[in-house]
């Protein structure tokens, strides 16, 4: 079961049904969108992806998926997760767009990556980030996320995959 973690200015705690209001809004604003995954998508992918959460990730146990909070508000969305560009764990997460430029999503990175270590005792943590994503790249490289090699996506795009290693 995922656990509540916390860092000096965020809690991480499981979902509870009454955040998908705040996760599909999170999802929805396109300048945060554009980094996850495939980018944007319509509000009933968000809202199924949401109830997922619930179904095929936390009543199995198969990872560790958070609402971020600042000060009782939600601001963000983590993961930790087996990966699907490595063998190992990725970290995944976005910010709400007003919690940018807080150094929040250092903190964050900073805090999950912890948790890998101590309680799934990796010994690496990775991470993939579009390539134009300058500010999730210097909060990981803050971190100690080094260059593993680039991945040429279908859409000719280039991601980085990044790993920190205990």
Known sequence: MTSSLRSERLLLEPYVPADEEDFVALFMDERVSRWMGDGPEPEENHRAL???????????????????????????????????AVEGHELIYALAYEAWGQGLGTELARRIVAYGFETLDLEQVYATVAEPN???????????????????EEDRSTTLLLSCGR
């Not at 990730?57 to 997760?81: C, L, S, T």
């Not at 300058?134 to 040429?152: E, N």
């Open 50 to 84: 949401f109830s997922r959460i619930f179904t095929h990730v936390y009543e199995p146990d198969a990872f560790d998926v958070w609402a971020v909070r600042r000060d009782g508000r939600m601001v963000g969305h983590a993961e930790i997760k087996p990966s699907k």
């Open 134 to 152: 300058t500010a999730s790249l210097a909060a990981l490289r803050k971190v100690g996320f080094q260059h593993v090699r680039d991945i040429t």
